[in-house]
């Protein structure tokens, strides 16, 4: 299965001509075909705009040029990404009457600039506004280890569709964990940058404070690569910082002291961990000599998490607004009540979360004085199945949509970025550990994955597998 070599690999066979670009992507369509109707992670296969792109990368090498470092990589967007031509329904039929989108969003821009070639769009929680992959208009993701399962959300697609082997890169979306929650239960690598680092332009918006884009990988330098290449300046998308871009993997300078100086949250963030979890993160912190505890108290967090809460709600209202107005019928009852929590909540809350939100950084902030990165548990347990209506979280019953994005909605508030490793052994069900760093130090995050990765604790699928049983390469 063609898919299933890394990115980078991809890209240098299709340079050197030992495969075309077309070949690649007539490989990829046939195994979307043939497998994802168990998975459900495509939401629209554009097979023929794909072929055309993959002739042109061809017709581009024949011709002497370099398409560029991602030449005939295939790679899929999650649906709240705009793909020029094509509406953006972000996993919401009460989008499907807005006119097609002018023109890509920067992010799937950057990647067809870079050569790679988009082969569709990607399941997702309705809006973003979910946790677990479950869409009530468009089916639910499945895990593609164990069929039964979830996936998590809500870039639940994109990170399924890594673990099935289908493409070797997704794009996905992150505001209080919808990139490291999937990528964690599907066993894949993800990165979550800092609030700011890459545009959001042409990207559905869900909390405009919070909102990051990111993505998926099944290798460590290869979702460097696909970081590396989403950076750029848009002038177009306001929140998008002026900072210097910073290449992971050229820039010397940048790279963190040795021994990496890492700490490992506990306190809630082991309270509200099973042992599999807990035991995931400890395998992580055995890669590096200098490790210490890092006690933060549940109380603390809980105050994190409510003023999140207050953020998201408000924010998703405003964004959605009208769609609530003229489209309420069309959105499923859970959306229509979180939109309306927000549009109800009183101005105070939002002014005092936000408030909440710098004293948060400050404290978080300052242990970076004394770390170059933090652990934590991506989520609190591995994929539940579905139809579990409540999973035992730190001695209280809760629902997994509740529970899936507790360890990763208080890195989010604080606007931190984060590489999420698939830490778990071989026949157990995936699970994830979050590489934390400050601001802007996504070269600690993937400084410590590649130390991981190169230390064989990371673990991910040969190919895609159902119920634990690995599918044959197409």
Known sequence: MTSMRGALTLAREVKTRRLSAETVVRAVLADIAARDKAFN?????MADDALAEALRVDAALAAGRDPGPLAGVPFLAK???????????????????????????????????AGAVLIGTTHMDELACGATGENPHFGAVHLPHDTTRMTGGSSSGSAAAVAAGFVPLALGSDTNGSIRAPAALCGVWGVKPTNGRLSRGGCVPYANTLDVVGGFANHVDDLAMLYNVMQGYDATDRSHAREPVTRIGEDAASRPRHPMRVGVLTGYFETFADANARRAVRRAAACFDAVTDVAIDAETIERVRDAAMIVSNVEVAAAHEALLAGHAAQCSPRLRTRLLAGSLSPAIWYGRALAWREQWQ???????????????????????????????????????????????????????????APVFDAGELPLGVQLIAAPWREDHCFAAARRIEGQRQAHFPAYGCVNGTPSAPA
Do not use: E
């Open 79 to 113: 649906a709240n990404f705009d793909v020029a031509g094509y509406v953006t329904l972000a996993g919401s039929p009460a989008r499907a009457s807005l006119p097609p989108a002018a023109a890509d969003a920067f992010a799937v821009a950057q990647l067809r600039r």
């Open 362 to 420: 400050a404290l978080i902030g300052a242990l970076f004085d004394w770390f170059d990165v933090l652990l934590a548990p991506a989520t609190p347990y591995a994929a539940p199945r579905f139809g579990t209506a409540h999973v035992d979280v730190g001695g209280v019953a809760m629902a997994p949509a509740k529970t899936l994005g507790m360890l990763t909605q208080p890195i989010s508030f604080a606007g931190l970025p984060v590489v999420t």
């Open 41 to 45: 992670a495509c939401a629209a296969v």
